[in-house]
């Protein structure tokens, strides 16, 4: 599942079990460091949270724990773009592009990949894209 929105204002109490999740979930992944599905929601987790240099470091363990799965490449370009590191960014995505995901509408739309679509890497996707015979909406 992509990585929905990480910029809703979170209340004081979604903070709080947000962090009481993260916490739970930091210990699970430390006593089982290949347990994907608990990576995936802590990482998602931590960019809720805003911490998307924890977020970035899950993402680039799940990459090398699932290295075709095209959804994690997704959200590792999430996170890169989230970080401004745009090129890589651009790589990530290019490469969940090549390993099947064809979410475009809601490529278009993320929020995570703001960044991302602004930068003028980003023609590299459009072109890849258009490659795959897929109309996108600009």
Do not use: H
Request: aromatic share 8%; net charge positive.
């Amino acid at each position: 599942m992509p990585k929905k929105p990480s910029r809703k204002k979170l209340s004081r109490q979604e903070l709080k079990d947000l962090d009481i999740e993260i916490g739970f979930l930091e210990g699970v992944t430390k006593r089982d460091p290949s347990y994907v599905d608990a990576l995936q929601i802590l990482g998602d987790d931590y960019t809720k949270r805003g911490r998307f240099t924890d977020g970035l470091q899950i993402d680039e363990r799940l990459s090398t724990l699932r290295p075709s799965d095209p959804l994690v490449f997704y959200n590792l370009a999430c996170s890169y773009s989230l970080m401004g590191k745009l090129e890589e960014g651009v790589s990530a995505l290019e490469r969940a592009l090549l390993l099947g995901y064809r979410d475009f509408k809601w490529m278009i739309e993320d929020p995570d990949l703001e960044n991302l679509r602004k930068s003028p890497f980003y023609t590299r996707v459009r072109a890849r894209v258009r490659s795959l015979r897929v109309k996108i909406a600009e």
